[in-house]
């Protein structure tokens, strides 16, 4: 059977390219970095190497990359570690009602031992209204955490203005760019941006490696303790093969983003017009600020999971924005956060693209989507055309 990969969202598939590369620090080159003779020296140069790379991926400094396991932990050590190095100064952490997980629940852990947070309301497209930041923002404000885009709705956040106005504050901006990288460009040089979040899996490249961009002169505390590897941020031998994976990733992810982002929007643009062709059926996310390669929808009348499992049945991946299936009964808190209601959250699917997605696969992906929303409604109690 044909299978459709449309969950690029949750994690992309890694490139041939990308695998090359990594080969050799999985095979022959075995050194630790640390040590000094000449397999550690080869280790280092690598090491070096790849972080020179996402530097320049990023318009950074090779001095303020750090090399994680992924960006949850990116996302942890930002927040954690200003709010270890700061919290005598302040306890006030502001991020908005749609961030990641790995956001939402370390910023609620700061909550329950010590620190007071806000949570920025978004608009019904996802939307952060920065001068309701700027209104929120008081003097123990230590840290501002906002997504560059959401993984869910694909909604892009303003995220120069809200800098900017951080930086007028003097507070410090920290923005999960998970989503985001390979779909714009960065320049962090010019950006008002203090640290960033980003993993390779989400750009064609290896699962369990990220990175933290951490601007100079940025103090944070460390919360892992051990070696001195990563400026003490990040100790323990380094993922070698990882790190040069997605060394390889970033700079293939940059290579081509406009290009790449049109042909994205083409595809996307295409599915979301032939989805809202069919009855009761609503965009969910900013008709033009979204990620290039997001859908998301809510069909109602129909539960998404269902609808999930029918279009897997089919050979389509896709994710839906009720983790029934994740153990949770309760819709995405991103959906509630746009004002949806629980019946249009569980009908909700996302489907997320991809550079290896064709016309072809979107037009039957609408069709599977056709025939199962159809046979799905003709049981419902509900649904009355
Ligand atoms: C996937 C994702 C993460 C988590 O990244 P991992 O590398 O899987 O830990 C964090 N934030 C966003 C927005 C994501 O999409």
């Not at 050590?77 to 629940?105: P, R």
């Not at 944070?220 to 323990?236: D, H």
């Amino acid at each position: 059977m044909k299978r459709i990969y449309l969950d690029h969202g949750a994690t992309t598939p890694m490139k041939e390219d990308v695998l090359e590369a990594m080969l050799p620090y999985l095979k022959e080159i075995h050194g630790n970095p640390s040590s000094v003779h000449s397999f550690g020296r080869e280790a280092r140069k690598a090491l070096d190497e790849a972080r020179e790379k996402v530097a320049t991926a990023l318009g950074a400094s090779p001095e303020e990359i750090i090399f994680t396991s992924g960006g949850s932990e990116s996302d942890n050590l930002a927040i954690q570690g200003v709010s270890n190095a700061l919290y005598t100064k302040g306890k006030h952490i502001i991020t908005s009602s749609i961030e990641h997980h790995a956001v939402m629940d370390t910023v609620n852990y700061l909550g329950q031992i010590c620190f007071d947070i806000t949570f920025l309301p978004v608009d019904e497209f996802g939307m952060v209204n920065p001068d309701e930041l700027a209104s929120e923002i008081r003097d123990d404000t230590i840290l501002v955490s906002i997504m560059t885009a959401n993984n869910e709705i694909g909604t892009i956040q303003p995220i120069e203005e809200i800098g900017n106005i951080c930086r007028e504050k003097g507070v410090y901006f920290h923005t999960d760019a998970v989503q985001a990288i390979g779909h714009m460009p960065f320049n962090l040089k010019e950006q008002p941006v203090d640290m960033l979040s980003l993993s390779a899996h989400k750009f064609y490249g290896p699962k369990g490696i990220g990175v933290l961009y951490k601007r100079k002169g940025i103090k944070i505390r460390q919360i892992f303790f051990g070696g001195s590897q990563e400026i003490k941020l990040r100790p323990g031998t380094e993922n070698l093969p990882g790190i040069v994976g997605l060394g390889r990733a970033i700079e293939l992810a940059a290579e081509d983003i406009e290009e790449k982002r049109e042909g994205l929007i083409l595809l996307r643009d295409r599915l979301i017009s032939k989805l809202l062709e069919i009855d009761s059926v609503k965009l969910n996310g900013h008709p033009v600020k979204r990620l290039p390669g997001n859908v998301n929808v809510s069909i109602l009348y129909v539960e998404g999971e269902s609808l999930l499992l029918g279009l897997d049945i089919k050979g389509v991946a896709v994710s839906s924005g009720s983790a029934c299936t994740s153990g949770s009964l309760d819709p995405s808190h991103v959906l509630m956060a746009i004002g949806l209601d629980h019946q249009t959250a569980h009908g909700s699917l996302r489907l997320t693209l991809g550079r290896d997605n064709t016309i072809e696969d979107i037009d039957y992906t609408v069709d599977v989507v056709k025939e199962i929303v159809e046979k799905l409604r003709k049981m419902s109690p509900v649904y009355k055309k």
